[in-house]
């Protein structure tokens, strides 16, 4: 085995441990992973570029057992607008959703969904709408899209579940644009569409599957 390899991906998440150590989590083309960054907690060096949503590419060192450790990175890219509170907490929420699907099979179709819906929450006037059409987009590229006809999670009388998120006749309607359209020519109809509920019940369906979004709690909606 390689003891030595280059990624490149989105940081997505940072834990501190002990030592002054950081561990880092990315989102790659290729899945899932995480490293330790060694003394990733200093305020100089390196841990500026593993900021979260920073787009880097980096050397890992693995070991025999146990995670790989994070040798070297560099920053391709960043973008600029999710400082702000609601933006941040929307593009977190993505982050977690999308870490969580991107098995190494799954990830090279969930990978540009969540950049480019990282991108539209950044700059979007309403970023919860690129939210929703990620959100949706990547729970189809991972296998999880609800069945909108017969049995199991489907829609019925514009209800996603038995007792699930009530949509309406527009949010029915953008909800199969999200599946079943290409690109961002779903787009249209999410600007006439509920989009809290939207969310809800994009967050509900997830989470049957996948368990409690801890991200989630903090979005208001």
């Known amino acids: 085995m390689e003891r030595y390899r280059l990624e490149e991906g989105i940081v997505v998440g940072r834990k501190p441990l002990a030592q002054g150590d950081l561990l880092v989590r990315f989102l790659t083309p290729k899945g899932s992973l995480e490293a330790v960054a060694r003394k990733g907690q200093r305020p100089t060096g390196r841990t500026g570029r593993l900021s979260l949503f920073h787009h880097v590419r980096f050397q890992l060192y693995a070991k025999e057992e146990g995670l790989p450790t994070l040798t070297q990175a560099e920053l ?33 179709r969930i990978y540009p969904v969540f950049v480019s819906g990282l991108r539209g929450i950044a700059k979007h006037k309403e970023p919860l709408l690129p939210l929703v059409w990620a959100g949706w987009r990547a729970l189809k590229a991972g296998g999880l899209s609800p069945n909108l006809l017969g049995p199991g999670l489907h829609l019925k009388g514009g209800r996603l579940g038995e007792e699930g998120v009530y949509l309406g006749e527009k949010g029915v309607e953008a909800l199969r644009a999200v599946l079943h359209l290409k690109g961002g020519e779903a787009l249209p109809y999410l600007e006439e569409a509920p989009l809290d509920r939207l969310f809800l019940a994009l967050k ?3 989470e049957e599957s996948l368990g409690p979004l801890r991200s989630a709690e903090a979005i208001g909606v």
């Not at 993505?94 to 190494?104: K, N």
């Open 76 to 108: 391709i890219g960043r973008l600029h607008g999710l400082e702000e509170p609601r933006r941040f907490l929307l593009a977190s929420f993505l982050a977690e959703l999308a870490y969580r699907l991107a098995s190494p099979e799954a990830a090279p």
């Open 204 to 206: 509900a369906h997830a």
